[in-house]
């Protein structure tokens, strides 16, 4: 079956740029989205069809995909966007998560 | 505004089925897939089940095939997840998810999640 890989962890400073990565055999065939979740709340889309923003969502969260990598980039992060983050494919007609990025801004 | 809110969770002994209903409101559920994706304590997420709009395609993930049963009433704008030979490790909140498929069967997506409703196996 498919799997999509992610990093376990990534911290970055209020304000800086940060990146999280997603892999995956030759993913840059498949639509890509990203998904964020908060402790105790449901998750939310942030990201679609590998770099489309769904309405809502701040013009700061954008994404990208190459090659076997999709990138969540999240430029001037601020303390609220401290949060698990997971990278979503569609892979013969079934849904497949990466393991999940806690990104903490501190 | 969209609206999914999941109902059926609960406490269940090994081996016992359970029921999991979805009510959607606020956007045409007849047109939308539909999706069950579970998080069991300090997890990820992890794809239960999909059902296609008019409930003539539906997938499991390996360890759900012949124990769930996903399904949906369009008249109610109900989703379902019928569960059966419920063990430990299906503890988890289930989510209801609408799905969104704008290019066929080459992009799917979730782009609306319920709040989830708890399931305990033990």
């Known amino acids: 079956s498919y799997g999509l890989t992610q990093s376990p962890s990534v911290s970055v400073s209020p304000g800086q740029t940060a ?7 030759k993913l840059t065939y498949k639509y890509v989205s990203w998904c964020q979740q908060k402790p105790g709340q449901s998750p939310l889309l942030v990201i679609y069809e590998d770099n489309k923003r769904p309405s809502g969502i701040p013009e700061r969260f954008s994404g990208s995909n190459s090659g076997n990598t999709a990138t969540l980039t999240i430029t001037g992060t601020q303390v609220m966007d401290e949060a698990d983050y997971y990278c979503q494919a569609w892979d013969r007609n079934t849904v497949v998560f990466g393991g999940g990025t806690k990104l903490t801004v501190l | ?33 539909m999706t069950w994706v579970r998080q069991a304590p300090g997890k990820g997420l992890e ?9 003539s395609e539906k997938y499991y993930v390996d360890s759900a095939k012949d124990r769930f049963t996903i399904s949906r009433d ?6 379902y ?5 419920l063990r430990a490790d299906d503890t988890a909140v289930y989510y209801c998810a609408k799905g969104a498929a ?21």
């Open chain 1, 19 to 25: 990146s999280i990565t997603c892999s995956g055999d």
């Open chain 2, 1 to 33: 505004e969209v609206h999914l809110v999941e109902s059926g969770g609960g406490l269940v002994q090994p081996g016992g089925p359970l029921r999991l209903s979805c009510e959607a409101s606020g956007f045409t559920f007849s047109t939308s897939w």
């Open chain 2, 47 to 55: 794809w239960v089940a999909n059902i296609k709009q008019d409930g």
């Open chain 2, 74 to 79: 369009n008249a109610k704008n109900a989703l």
């Open chain 2, 81 to 85: 997840l019928e569960m059966s030979g």
């Open chain 2, 102 to 122: 704008p290019r066929g069967y080459y992009s799917y997506y979730i782009d609306v999640w319920g709040r989830g409703t708890t399931v305990t196996v033990s």
